[in-house]
């Protein structure tokens, strides 16, 4: 591992970048998603045309995606700017069905429950449906974690600095060493990302952690996809 | 409208439609490029998942190395394998298999797993072997998830096969990298739509067939079938 | 009727989307902000998206830096048709060139070979608010490259020989380079040679070199400065009727860079050898060392730190 010994501040310097990147759109997506699943789930057909268009979104490819947001926004193409918005696009259309699912699982005769003692609508939402969502809600906003610390890497195929960088140089150069950092790196950040995730996730659930081991075997919850 | 129909007005010209490096051989290429990688995978990630699932052992295994397979950037995965295997589609070919693999995975496992008990336990009790009770009855109740599985992994590796033009001469990310390099904006962005469009087309015929294997599974809402399977296999008894 | 209303809203959706993309200019490349910049007396510089490159740029950055200029470090941008817009704009100010492929993006048709008419051209068709510094010994050219193998098997000196290979040809390079002059298209016109165009985006490094070992392809496109051309025991084809122009490292500086900072510069462009660039490249490649520190190392063994 020469290339590790030799050039570590360098690879901390692009994995410190990389987080600048991805966090900020993780938590775009995250406050975009959740009202827009809740209005899919509230109201299902303009609900469905959203979902849809949020799978289509997905198919589009990320590099004319990072093409086509600088033309829209009128930002330069290499700031870090592009690469948020570009990672927040996906993250959106990755969590937004998670979303509608998490607030489909509320119960409804909790909802109508809470309504009938005389919760407001925003105290609903705050107090009742999103505590009740969150566990469903973690699942999808775990995956979003992992596809957008991988995606982010993409940018720099358009000269936006990311861990991505190592790859392209490590490519060009020959150099197995850094390309190997580089996955590494990106791997190892989203797995602390993840595990950062599930363990808010616990301590905003503490109810779930003893039916938890009740339900083991039978939850047939989404599939984490 | 510049960039936009730009694009369009690429996509119309009838030159760029055929030959070795029109759009026709370009999409054609693609496909098969995702179609290999899938059916790998599959041949992975489908017997391991429906064990998984069937026996509920090695679950957390599974899940582990499928959520840490999750997180391999997949143009890592292609620049390491294309500097030990060199230009062509093996180094694409492989990182789009560890690509799709936790999807149809999650699929299989899932799907498996949420098969009623009872229904398992039904056939068992009625006197099939373990693997009739794999392929008569989890599979097809399992048919749904999986297909489920399948449609997100086939997503995933139709945008990203874009990627194989990175070290080989083949399929529609080739006009991403060309636009890309000299700036051919409407041909980058044409390729884009052209990707944007076989994803959907696929995704449009998938979620058919899902559609498909949940009416066979759920004649009426929730536990239909699987009730009425319980149901026959008890009057056998 | 819910799913044709449905597939109704989806496309409507779909089509906003889509039409948000065309209401804006054509050139996502244009950078807004190029005012901002030349009010900071901070120097930008860019590099290409070639490690050789940035140790070039990165040399230009500590000298700058030890004389006491605030320097912003761009690199890795992309190739020429990513980067110049922003050069021609003002948003970079300081970016390390090559004179004969400069110029032929800019005048594609210029009949200039030899360094010193390149060099005079190059002069002649910047635009205005750019400069060309004073160019360096150092060379960095394309070039044809076959094996060893495949140059004796055919006895080939020169890109003419080519003529003689009756097998298929296929050439393997970035993607850019298949429509540039001095592509598949300046093969056929200067030499008469046809060859298939392999795309591969590492700029002439470890998978083009092993795909002309492996025989995927039979030509490549290296650059002079590669040490992978004397490590692989390469031959470098002769190029008789001038497809690639002389192409030296050329500094291009925007308003920007002051006289101070421009004699800095030109010091460091006088002290490197194209010998030195090779060396350089090779550290990186071999040594595997940081640009930072390949271009530090250089600037004190050369006394270039004022």
Redo the contacts between chains.
């Keep these: 591992m020469?290339?590790l010994l030799?050039?570590w501040?360098?690879a901390l310097q692009l994995a410190w970048t990389h987080v600048l990147l991805s966090v900020p759109a993780i938590t775009i997506s995250v406050l975009v998603a959740v009202p827009l699943g809740r209005l899919a789930h509230r109201y299902p057909?303009?609900g469905?045309?959203?979902l849809?268009?949020a799978s289509?979104?997905y198919a589009i490819p990320s590099l004319p995606l990072l093409?086509?947001i600088?033309?829209?926004l009128?930002?330069?193409?290499?700031s870090s700017a592009t690469m948020v918005v570009a990672l927040s696009v996906y993250g959106v259309a990755l969590l937004v069905r998670s979303a509608a699912d998490a607030f489909g699982a509320v119960d409804a005769r909790v909802r109508l429950a809470a309504t009938a003692i005389g919760f407001s609508p925003w105290a609903l939402f705050w107090r009742v449906e999103l505590p009740l969502a969150t566990p469903v809600l973690l699942a999808g906003v775990r995956v979003v974690v992992v596809s957008t610390v991988g995606l982010a890497t993409i940018g720099?195929l358009?000269?936006i600095?990311s861990l991505g960088?190592l790859f392209?140089?490590g490519?060009?150069?020959?150099?197995a060493?850094?390309v190997i950092t580089g996955i590494v790196a990106t791997v190892a950040l989203a797995l602390a990302l993840d595990g950062a995730c599930a363990l808010t996730g616990r301590a905003l659930t503490p109810w779930t952690r003893s039916a938890r081991s009740e339900h083991a075997g039978r939850h047939t919850g989404p599939v984490a996809a | 409208?510049?960039?936009?129909?730009?694009a369009l007005t690429w996509l119309g010209d009838p030159s760029h439609w055929s030959g070795r490096t029109g759009i026709a051989q370009r999409a054609a290429q693609h496909l098969g490029v995702t179609a290999g990688a899938l059916a790998i995978a599959a041949t992975l990630a489908l017997p391991t998942g429906i064990l998984v699932g069937h026996t509920r052992r090695g679950r957390s295994l599974v899940v582990a190395i499928s959520g840490a397979a999750r997180a391999v950037p997949t143009l890592g995965l292609l620049t390491l394998a294309?500097?030990a295997l060199?230009?062509?589609l093996q180094a694409p070919v492989l990182a789009l298999v560890v690509l799709a693999v936790p999807s149809l995975l999650a699929g299989a496992y899932a799907g498996v797993e949420s098969v009623d008990p009872v229904t398992v336990d039904a056939a068992r009790a009625v006197g099939m072997s373990e693997f009739q009770i794999i392929t008569r009855v989890e599979l097809p109740l399992a048919a749904p998830v999986v297909v489920g599985g399948l449609r997100a992994a086939t997503l995933q590796v139709v945008a990203t096969a874009t990627l194989a033009?990175?070290?080989s001469?083949t399929g529609l990310g080739?006009y991403l990298?060309?636009g890309l390099?000299?700036?051919d904006?409407?041909q980058m962005?044409a390729g884009a739509l052209l990707v944007a469009a076989l994803a959907l087309l696929l995704e449009a015929v998938l979620a058919r067939l899902q559609q498909l294997a949940t009416r066979a599974t759920t004649s009426t809402p929730r536990h239909g079938a699987p009730a009425r399977l319980a149901a026959s296999l008890e009057g056998h008894a | 009727m819910?799913l044709r209303?449905?597939t109704a809203?989806?496309a409507?959706?779909?089509t906003t989307?889509?039409?948000?993309?065309?209401?804006?200019?054509?050139?996502?490349?244009a950078?807004?902000?190029a005012a901002s910049q030349s009010a900071s007396s901070e120097i930008v510089i860019g590099s290409q998206?070639?490690?050789s490159n940035e140790i070039i740029a990165e040399i230009y950055a500590q000298a700058l830096e030890a004389q006491g200029h605030a320097v912003d470090r761009?690199f890795?941008?992309?190739?020429r048709?990513?980067y110049l817009p922003e050069l021609e704009d003002g948003?970079i100010d300081l970016f390390p060139e090559y004179s004969g492929p400069l110029l032929q993006y800019w005048q594609p048709e210029t009949p200039a070979r030899l360094a010193d008419d390149v060099y005079a051209e190059l002069v002649t068709a910047i635009p205005d608010g750019l400069r060309a510094l004073d160019q360096s010994p150092a060379t960095d050219q394309d070039s044809y490259v076959v094996t060893r193998a495949f140059a004796d098997q055919w006895n080939l000196a020169t890109i003419a020989d080519l003529a003689k290979v009756t097998e298929p040809l296929t050439l393997?390079g970035?993607?850019?380079g298949?429509?540039r002059p001095n592509g598949p298209q300046g093969l056929k016109n200067a030499y008469g040679v046809d060859v298939a165009f392999?795309?591969?985006?590492?700029?002439g490094?470890?998978?083009t070199?092993?795909?002309l070992a492996?025989g995927?392809i039979q030509l490549a496109i290296i650059y002079t400065a590669d040490p992978t051309i004397a490590e692989n025991d390469l031959v470098t084809l002769e190029d008789p009727s001038g497809l690639f122009l002389a192409s030296h490292v050329v500094p291009l500086a925007s308003d920007a860079v002051d006289q101070e900072a421009a004699d800095t510069i030109d010091r460091i462009s006088a002290a490197m050898a194209p010998e030195d660039l090779v060396a350089l490249n090779a550290r990186?490649?071999d040594?595997?060392?940081?640009a930072?520190?390949i271009a530090a190392e250089w600037l004190r063994a050369k006394n270039l730190m004022s």
Excluded: H
Excluded at chain 1, 74 to 78: D, S
């Design positions: 020469t290339w030799l050039n501040p360098q057909r303009p469905g045309a959203l849809s268009a289509l979104l093409i086509i600088p033309v829209v009128g930002i330069p193409l290499r720099a358009v000269g600095p960088s392209t140089d490519f060009q150069r020959g150099i060493g850094e | 409208m510049n960039l936009f129909a730009d294309a500097l060199g230009i062509g033009a990175y070290v001469d080739r990298f060309t390099r000299s700036r904006y409407p962005l | 819910k209303t449905r809203l989806t409507a959706t779909i989307a889509l039409a948000l993309t065309g209401c804006a200019s054509s050139d996502p490349l950078q807004e902000d998206d070639y490690y761009q890795r941008i992309g190739q048709e990513a948003s393997g970035n993607s850019e298949e429509n392999s795309p591969i985006e590492d700029g490094g470890p998978l070199v092993k795909a492996d995927d990186s490649v040594e595997q060392a940081p930072a520190t």
